[in-house]
């Protein structure tokens, strides 16, 4: 890597990480903007894990100006930072101008992605466009009836990303859901901090959206993982001790609040996993909704395991704030969504 590119990638870090205190700053003073919205350009994938209920393999892209409408209201409402999710959303022909658009809101451009479209010239037409963070889930080292989403395939991709992203890029390590040889998450994290990239590790979700406690071995795996210090946000990730003991947590989610999730139909949810809630439109969601939803106490917070949910809510964990079910949903289940 040349001294140029090495000198410019210092300073999007830099300035990265000042709009990231920044950031953080604005959502400790005031409760009354979305911290993250994770958006959907596309619901196809081009991959079909087994425990993911989040894809199909027949949507087309969200039309680009249908995206720019619902990115600029998200705008309109002060959102922090908006996450581009799948599907798989490089399957979106216009995902570059979708990310422009993101930073000409003033908020944080990320993405989410499987990693399997990334090549040398893709990546560096994500630094044009103003990407300021990506994240890769890992599952394996080897693909299996599982997942596809493997160190042999990846691996690559990452020394790609390494060499040539000016964003920041973290791999995600993966654990739970019947992923054979859970020891895997430790080659991938090894991997990952040995690129210079930075490392989380995840506990999965089964088929149907529900935890699965960890076994005694995954538990060691993960408690190995969190114990890898450089470079990775573990700190901000304690929740997951109990979730991997199957044990609930006591927080306050504020999930269609400070977090929102916005389907391909353009409706903002709770998050992926309890699609259905509270089901408004993007483009008719006001501030009185994030007032409503901010106070909105949701039954399957103890044994959540969205970790951008619990991660946003620890800017609001310490306020005294209390929050309830309203009278016409106490008799109402919250969605829980089946393999597709």
């Known amino acids: 890597m040349t001294t140029n590119k090495q000198f410019r990638k210092k300073a999007l870090a830099v300035h990265r990480r000042f709009r990231e205190w920044w950031m953080i700053g604005k959502a400790l003073v005031s409760t009354r903007h979305p911290v993250m919205a994770h958006i959907i350009p596309i619901r196809r994938c081009n991959l079909a894990c087994g425990y993911c209920n989040e894809y199909d393999d027949f949507s087309k ?6 995206m720019y409408r619902r990115i600029d209201h998200l705008g309109s409402l002060g959102t922090a930072i ?35 479209l990334l090549t040398a010239d893709r990546i560096e037409k994500l630094n044009r466009a103003g990407l300021e963070h990506l994240q890769i889930s890992i599952d394996n ?37 019947g992923i054979k040889h859970p020891e895997d998450a430790l080659a991938v994290a090894r991997r990952a901090l040995g690129l210079g990239l930075t490392n989380t590790v995840g506990i999965i979700h089964d088929g149907s959206g529900q935890l699965r ?42 999930a269609g609040s400070r977090y929102l999730y916005i389907c391909e139909d353009g409706l903002v949810h709770y998050c992926s996993q309890q699609r259905g809630y509270p089901g408004v439109p993007l483009s008719q969601y006001t501030r009185a909704d994030l007032r409503r939803e901010y106070a909105t106490q949701k039954g399957c917070a103890p044994f959540c395991t969205v970790s951008c949910v619990q991660q946003v809510a620890l800017l609001d964990n310490w306020r005294k704030a ?18 597709k």
């Open 61 to 66: 892209p969200v039309p680009l100006e249908e």
């Open 82 to 116: 908006i996450t581009f999710s799948g599907g798989e959303p490089l399957l979106h022909p216009e995902l570059d101008e979708l990310i422009r658009r993101v930073r000409q809101n003033g908020a944080m451009a990320c993405l989410i992605t499987n990693g399997y």
């Open 141 to 177: 080292a080897q693909p299996d009836e599982v997942s596809m989403k493997s160190l042999k395939v990846l691996d690559k991709k990452l020394e790609l990303l390494a060499e040539h992203a000016e964003f920041h890029v973290n791999i995600n390590s993966v654990v739970g859901s």
């Open 213 to 254: 406690p960890l076994g005694e071995g995954e538990q060691a795996i993960f408690s190995e993982i969190r114990e890898m210090k450089k470079k990775n946000f573990s700190r901000f990730n304690d929740f997951q001790d109990n979730i991997s003991r199957g044990l609930p947590n006591d927080w306050r989610c504020r």
């Open 322 to 339: 209390k929050q309830h079910i309203p009278e016409q949903r106490r008799s109402e289940p919250l969605v829980q969504l089946g393999a």
